[in-house]
């Protein structure tokens, strides 16, 4: 359909995918009758119930009445010009394509990287889908033809309503006649009524499927994909569990520390931000997830891989989209991953530190970070917001096995956020101390000068059972006496 090099004779597979709920958070009808209205076409106002239409379909997906009401449409268009709706899609694909959903581009970049036809099938019509198909670089669009006589449509359709099994069979047609093997091909959907379609390659995913799309995933193990939040993250009746849990992130639902949390306004409301924190134990991401749920914000967590292999903790940190750290490896996927999230629009929240440190560097008034802070923020170009974390060490220190549950005189928890911080780029050492020095400038005066640590202080800062250095330090205090 569109020229894209030379294609044809070497792709042998396909990603096909459907357009409403899927490339879209939404229906394109909308979109499509305002810009029709505005070339003098269509009702020219909006229909009563639309609204209310058009949110049942965003929660629940298409059913048969609604295909009914896209087979009248093929008839409204009777006497139409064929010139003034090609110019209606066209200003359409504009706006179209300011509503893609975040992480779709990634997702049509990566098949086009692995030389993988990419091709869009929707029941829309095709006069008004292509545009915006082209924009996105799709290289072929099945969709429903219109028929014309070169100057205005006739309100009948040129070949087969492409809804249900009639999708499935035009991409079996293309797929004959381009030489693409199915067999080898991909294919995304939302809608229960496009299974016929998703059988008929070998990797169905359902991205943001209806109620029925998902109980068919789950029996046949097809991948279920929310292409406007990270991969992996878990979506239930269409918002994700942060979003269902955030009227629960408040102050009195943690009942054993009191907080003082300040400066959420520093975290932008909406696009990209790096949450970098200092680590103090293991208590910081409830503070941390405090200070995000006031800022009305979920956020991708970088987190060592020892949490996420603890059973049903590590299943629940991968579906809220936290992302597994493998430190000592060098692998690049964590970052790669959290530049994916940052590039979608999200939030990732991260110590720069990457542990929480031991014995004396606990007490060091100059924190110490890794360059991962610094790398994700020169990639991505998203803003660091520094966040100063202090006295989660209490409520839960590094040689305790479990939080303290002291309900009576809890704790104090200070968590104070800091404007976002302007980096050079140049130099990730550089960077990286100017965070921390950032970090550090949100901490309590006391946080900025040397402290001595007694025994006791030290080995609150050292895993449970890990004796060899306390050990030592008590040995050489006795000395000194």
Known sequence: MFDHGPYAEEVKAAAVFDLDRTLLAGSSAP????????????????????????????????NPAMMQLARLFVRSAKGWSVTDVHRAAVAAAEDLNTQVVPFARP???????????????????????????????????LATQWANDGVVFTGCTDGAFLWGRAKRDALRRFANEAGVNLGRSYAYSDSAYDVAMLKAVAYPVAVNPDP????????????????DVAPGVAKIAGREIQDWLRPLLRP?????ARFDISGEHHIPASGPAIVAFNHRSYFDPT????????????????????????????????????IRVERGTGKAEPLDRAIEALRGGEVVAMAPQGTIPRGPAFFDPVLKAR????????ASGAPVVPVGVWGTEVVWPRNSRRPSLNIIDPPLVTVRAGQPLELSHESLVANSKRIMAAVVDLLPASARHHHEPSADELARTYPPGYTTAIN???????RSR
């Open 31 to 62: 979109i499509f009758g305002r810009h029709l209205a505005a070339v003098g076409l269509g009702p020219g106002r909006e229909l009563p119930g639309t609204a209310l239409y058009q949110r049942s379909y965003e929660m629940f997906g298409e």
């Open 107 to 141: 997702l049509l970049a990566e098949h086009r990287q692995a030389g993988r036809l990419l091709v869009l099938a929707t029941t829309s019509p095709a006069v008004l889908v292509r545009p915006f198909a082209q924009l996105l670089g799709f290289d072929h669009v």
């Open 212 to 227: 029925q799309l998902v109980a068919i995933a789950v029996l046949n193990r097809w991948p279920i994909r929310h292409l």
């Open 252 to 256: 009195e639902f943690v009942p054993n």
């Open 287 to 322: 503070a941390i997830a405090l200070l995000l749920g006031r800022a009305s914000r979920s956020a991708r967590f970088l987190g060592k891989k020892e949490v996420f292999d603890v059973p049903v903790v590590g299943r629940i940190g991968a579906m809220l989209g936290g």
């Open 371 to 378: 360059s991962g802070t610094a790398r994700l923020a020169r």
């Open 472 to 478: 030592h330090r008590k040995n050489n205090q006795s």
